[in-house]
């Protein structure tokens, strides 16, 4: 039962042209989420968070928004370079939890 | 420098053998995991130490033995391997337990024949 969902496995987007990225989640518990970033041959770096008490974090070229009443985040990125072409991965903690969950995975690939 | 190192990169090995991956991190983290992407891309957590203490340990086979040495060290040790148990093995640690900022080492491909 994966409680943590992506369920776009791949993106493709023009340069300079807005990528959004979404994540379905099931258990209501979860109180704080976050995306990582993962290039080929390498581990997931992290990139924004978001706390549930919150519905939006920017950073940069970086928003993540939360809606928590549909269980949905996204994740913005704008304008898109071709710096950005990874998988990014969204994951969630339960309150008081030790561990993340993480979903599948949604590989974005920038066009020039 | 390497925050988060595993070695080997790469592991290839027949059914029945047992083997080792290393983790070292540099970072001075208390909280140290293994995580395995299986083939439907999930990252999922196998085992999480503290200050060289368990405090995770999934639905995981007994054949796999997390071992720390000291808070800078996780090593799995996997016995008897199966071919399921081929997939991609990422170490990660963070500062605290349960920390939401885990940092990961670029992970360990292992292909049972």
């Known amino acids: 039962d994966q409680q943590v969902k992506q369920n776009s496995p791949s993106l493709s987007v023009q340069e300079g042209r807005i990528s959004i990225l979404n994540c379905d989640y099931t258990n209501s518990m979860f109180d704080y989420f976050l995306w990582y970033k993962k290039y080929p041959a390498e581990g997931p770096t992290f990139l924004i968070s978001?706390?549930?008490?919150?519905d939006k974090n920017e950073d940069g070229r970086f928003t993540v928004f939360l809606n928590k009443s549909a269980k949905h985040l996204s994740l913005h990125i704008v304008p898109s370079q071709p710096g950005d072409s990874a998988v990014y991965f969204c994951a969630a903690r339960e309150q008081g939890a030790q561990k993340l969950v993480f979903g599948q995975g949604t590989r974005l690939t920038i066009n020039p | 420098d390497t925050a988060v190192s595993q070695t080997p990169k790469y592991l290839v090995t027949q059914m029945g053998n047992d083997k080792s991956i290393k983790c070292e991190q540099n970072?001075?983290?208390?909280?140290m995991y293994w995580y395995k992407q299986d083939s439907k891309k999930f990252l999922k957590i196998m085992f999480s130490y503290n200050n060289k203490e368990l405090i995770i340990n999934e639905t995981v086979p007994n054949r796999f033995s997390p071992k720390s040495p000291d808070k800078a060290h996780l090593n799995l040790h996997i016995n008897s391997l199966e071919l399921g148990d081929s997939a991609v093995y990422f170490c990660?640690?963070?500062?605290?337990?349960?920390?939401?900022?885990?940092?990961f080492g670029p992970g360990t491909r292992l292909t049972v024949l």
């Open positions: 990660a640690s963070s500062l605290l337990s349960g920390g939401n900022e885990q940092f």
């Open positions: 978001i706390s549930s008490i919150k």
């Open positions: 970072l001075g983290h208390d909280t």
